[in-house]
């Protein structure tokens, strides 16, 4: 049962996903590439949880690399989308027309 | 309530944070806003993990997140825009890795059955894909691996082999998960088979393979929470996933090819350099050009990866005020697959403060072509490549482009004659219509610019 609900979920986010990104202009695909990207470092909940288990060595290194990794990904993805998104501004086009 | 509890609660709202956030994302004036509703998502989803009960020891974790967030923080305010596409791909490859990672540590936990093995191989195979997919397609995009297609004999043969090779280990691993050997080889294919997929691609066709390596990165995040059994990895990566999904159904819409043949046929490769076309190209000096643009009430510009190359962008909006400030409306028509990754022309020229509304769409640009006294060609070449509708032989055939020789004057800056990425030769530049500005496109633009002022 567990599986079944785990892939209930899967399939219905997969669908809000198709939803929700049709809608995304083609002005801002690459903000919403670097944006998602940011949101898969979601991995890093997982990563956290396996570097401070204290279990085998081995795991505490690997979940240490992990978090360092999706880190990374988190904050990075997430900056250079601000500052991307910062760039994109609406000019009044009616003062241009006035100058001109 | 115990703390099990609260934590499943608090990734109810993160998660309903990412959903808001994307749905912000439809619209530039709200998309930064939607950006920063996301990352708020991502903050309570990490700040309340940490509250699990099966954390013991914090200093790794504190370890790992200083190093991160610096390297993040640095890498994102450093980055120029031209190098974009492959700072996307870069973080694409750490969260394959990151993913990987997580799978491979979820063996230590209590209690593997062969569901979680079967989702751990998943993790750790679609990471490590991911991983050093990402880490070429970064060495193309940044010049570091030539960029064109490479290929060799019997290349499908072996990425079958390979194919096999990590369904078998899968197999066996899932039937004695004990023996780590197992795991080790298919972590070392799936890096084989990462470096395998990308190397056949040309420059090009990198809006697509970003996409996909894009869709990857979620969908590895995805399968590592079905391995740990965390419901937030599986909704936030199956919504990465989905958007990578649909960004590389848009980009291979627009180059008129299915999945499989952007791929595997290794497009762009020499064999593929079309015939002679009939006519003469009629070049033009910045002088004469500028004459033609004074006159003109209408102007296109159709920008391509040549722009990011000579980093025009800001000369090219310097023109767009002059032309206006003549009385002159500029639009600018941004064909789909311009550049290296979606949406590439539009974040170079948002950087040089060009407003978001004249930036159009090919869709939106095509009726109207006809109406339009200039159109300015800068760096681009299949996306306006005439024979995409008229030359049935020519491999572009059936591609949607930018109709721009229907214009009353075509002006393409170009190096030189040589041809486009696809190697198809141009027969754009031999209309009757069209004047050739050779030269660096920031040098031949600021010529233009001159005159205006002189």
């Known amino acids: ?100 | 309530m115990n703390s099990a509890v609260i934590i499943n609660i608090a990734y109810i709202l993160s998660a309903a944070l990412f959903i808001y956030g994307l749905k912000e994302l439809s619209s530039p004036a709200t998309a930064r806003r939607g950006n920063f509703i996301s990352s708020v998502g991502m903050f309570i989803a990490v700040v309340v993990t940490l509250f699990n009960q099966g954390i013991l020891e914090y200093q790794w974790i504190i370890l790992g997140i200083a190093i991160g967030g610096l390297i993040g923080a640095a890498a994102a305010r450093t980055v120029a825009m031209t190098a974009m596409p492959e700072m996307v791909a870069l973080f694409n490859g750490f969260g394959g890795l990151a993913s990987l990672l997580v799978g491979w540590v979820a063996l230590y936990g209590a209690g593997t059955t062969t569901f979680t093995i079967i989702t751990i191989i998943l993790s750790v195979l679609i990471g490590g894909v991911t991983f050093t997919g990402s880490i070429i397609a970064w060495g193309k995009l940044s010049g570091k691996i030539d960029g064109k297609p490479i290929l060799f004999s019997g290349q499908q043969i072996f990425n079958t082999l390979l194919m096999l090779g990590i369904l078998v280990c899968g197999v066996l691993f899932a039937l004695e998960p004990t023996n780590l050997t197992y795991l080790y080889v298919i972590i070392a294919l799936s890096f084989v088979f990462g470096i395998m997929f990308v190397i056949p691609i040309g420059g090009g066709d990198m809006p697509v393979v970003i996409s996909l390596l894009n869709s990857y990165s979620g969908l590895a995040a995805c399968a590592a929470g079905f391995a740990i059994n965390n419901l937030l990895l599986i909704v936030a990566g199956s919504l990465v996933g989905a958007s990578g999904i649909i960004l590389t159904k848009i980009m291979c819409k627009a180059m008129n090819r299915s999945l499989s043949n952007v791929l595997f046929s290794g497009f762009g490769s020499p064999k593929q350099i079309a015939g002679e076309v009939e006519g003469t190209v009629k070049p033009i000096v910045a002088e004469d050009a500028f004459y033609i643009l004074e006159a003109a009430s209408n102007v296109l510009v159709v920008p391509g990866y040549g722009m990011a190359v000579a980093q025009a962008q800001h000369v090219v909006k310097e023109l767009q005020e002059l032309l206006e400030k003549n009385g002159c409306e500029v639009v600018y028509g941004v064909h789909p697959v311009a550049g290296r990754m979606p949406g590439h022309m539009n974040v170079l020229l948002a950087e040089a403060d060009v407003s978001y509304d004249v930036l159009m769409e090919m869709d939106s640009v095509n009726p109207r072509m006809e109406n339009f006294d200039v159109a300015i060609v800068i760096g681009a070449n299949d996306v306006v490549n005439p024979a995409a509708r008229e030359d049935e032989s020519s491999p572009l055939f059936g591609m949607p482009i930018i109709n721009v020789d229907i214009a009353r004057t075509v002006f393409v800056l170009k190096r030189s004659m040589a041809a486009g990425f696809a190697g198809v030769q141009n027969p754009l530049f031999f209309k009757e219509n069209t004047r050739m500005l050779f030269g660096d496109a920031k040098e031949s633009i600021s010529q233009v610019i001159r005159e205006f002022s002189g």
């Open chain 1, 1 to 100: 049962m567990e599986i079944v609900f785990l892939a209930f979920i899967l399939i219905l986010s997969i669908f809000l996903g198709f939803e929700l990104i049709n809608k995304v202009p083609a002005t801002l695909h690459t903000p919403l590439m670097s944006g998602s990207n940011a949101i898969s470092g979601i991995t890093l909940i997982g990563a956290l949880v396996s570097a401070g288990a204290g279990a085998a060595q081995m795991a505490t290194i690997l979940g240490t690399a992990a978090v360092t990794l999706a880190t990374i990904n988190v904050i990075g993805g997430y900056m250079v989308t601000d500052r991307m998104l910062g760039m994109f501004k609406k000019k009044e086009r009616g003062d241009q027309k006035a100058e001109g």
